[in-house]
């Protein structure tokens, strides 16, 4: 399962979030999800969709068992980051930023 540890980290590392991150996001210990990274263990179904979800990313990329290899520009590096983020937030402050981005799309034009 070397290539899933792997596309665990790169995934987590482009995100610009921390494996403690992604297993709390997920609902994960430290530990558990420490396992999953190292390639010792592997995940049940439901906890590798948590995890994908997490990630932003399908699972057939966490696996690696896409054909096609996903070459992201800068921009939907960012809006992916944006999107794995925001699901990490309760709906009072994606009220507040919500507020921001209108103000910042405002000021651009």
Same mark, same amino acid.
Do not use: C
């Given at each position: ?35 999953? &990274? ?12 948590? &995890? ?58």
């Amino acid at each position: 399962m070397e290539p899933f540890s792997s596309n665990l980290k790169r995934r987590a590392e482009q995100l610009g979030i921390s494996n403690a991150e992604v297993a709390r996001r997920a609902g994960l210990s430290d530990r558990r999800y420490g396992n999953y &990274i190292t390639g010792h263990r592997e995940p049940d179904l439901a906890t590798l969709v948590r &995890i994908a979800w997490v990630l932003n990313v399908s699972i057939d990329e966490l696996l690696g068992t896409n054909s096609e290899e996903n070459v992201r520009t800068t921009d939907e590096l960012f809006q992916e980051r944006i999107a794995a983020a925001l699901k990490a937030l309760q709906s009072d402050d994606l009220q507040r930023l919500l507020v921001m981005i209108e103000a910042l799309a405002a000021a651009k034009k």
